[in-house]
């Protein structure tokens, strides 16, 4: 599964790429608002950040909500307390575009985070055009050489990456590159298997001085306690907030 959804993704960059080239992409990049400092947005406090995030539909998850408005929704967020906002740009299984992204950007002060399934050059320069400040990568999706490619790409583009694991061996690989926001993703993007310890059973392995983010079936407060006590700095949250009342739900998760 998560090979389709790389490849899928890389087929539609490449159609993307026939209308708009990498040169134009690149210069659309240098010309966008510089990335506002997303390490400062989410920088550890008393309080759980929370990463709100935008997304239709998921392959494990099957449809979830219209979203007719993505930037209205990014404003509740913002209200509500969100840290940073993540779109989903994957459009055959999640349902997002580039274009929600350029939306929200236009609208909130917040940190946008980009995520989709990012294996090349020109998807980063992408981001960056359309206002991403943050981009994520996926350990499981890319060899290492790449890995580290794309993110000093990202760093050298003033973007932050944020670098998702699922495994002790991924997240050695995300510190080799030197990673300073790093996500550990309950879910396995290949099985769709959820495992809510996986986050405490790596979280010591991720020193101080880098962000720790629990991802995925972050659904009640109850959850987002059991991911602070286990050392999580920023909960990464989407379903709840798409399916619920998302102010109510953020102020009731910054609570915990
Ligand atoms: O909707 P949830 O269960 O709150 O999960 C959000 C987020 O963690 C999930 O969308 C996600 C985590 N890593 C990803 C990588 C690609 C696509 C999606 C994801």
Known sequence: MLSDLVDGALEDAAVRREAVSLADVEQAAAEAVPAVDALEA?????????????????????????????????????????????????????????????????????????????????????????????????????????????????????????????????????????????????????TFELDQNLFGELADQIPSGVIRIAESAVKSAADVAHYRKAGADVVLVGEALVTGDPIATLQEFLDC
């Open 42 to 190: 989410l920088s550890p406090r008393e309080r759980v950040h929370i990463i709100a995030e935008i997304k239709r539909s998921s392959p494990s998850r099957g449809a979830l909500a219209e979203i007719s408005d993505p930037a209205s929704l990014a404003l509740s967020y913002q209200t509500g307390g969100a840290s940073a906002i993540s779109v989903l740009t994957e459009q055959r299984r999640f349902g997002g575009s580039l274009e929600d992204l350029m939306m929200v950007k236009s609208v909130v002060r917040l940190p946008v985070l980009r995520k989709d399934f990012i294996a090349e050059p020109y998807q980063v320069f992408e981001a960056r055009a359309a206002g991403a400040d943050l981009v994520l990568l996926i350990v499981a999706a890319l060899d290492q050489r790449t890995l580290e490619t794309l993110y000093n790409l990202i760093v050298e583009l003033g973007m932050t990456p944020l670098v998702e694991t699922h495994s002790a061996e991924e997240v050695s690989r995300a510190l080799d590159v030197g990673a300073s926001l790093v996500g550990v993703n309950a879910r396995n993007l290949s």
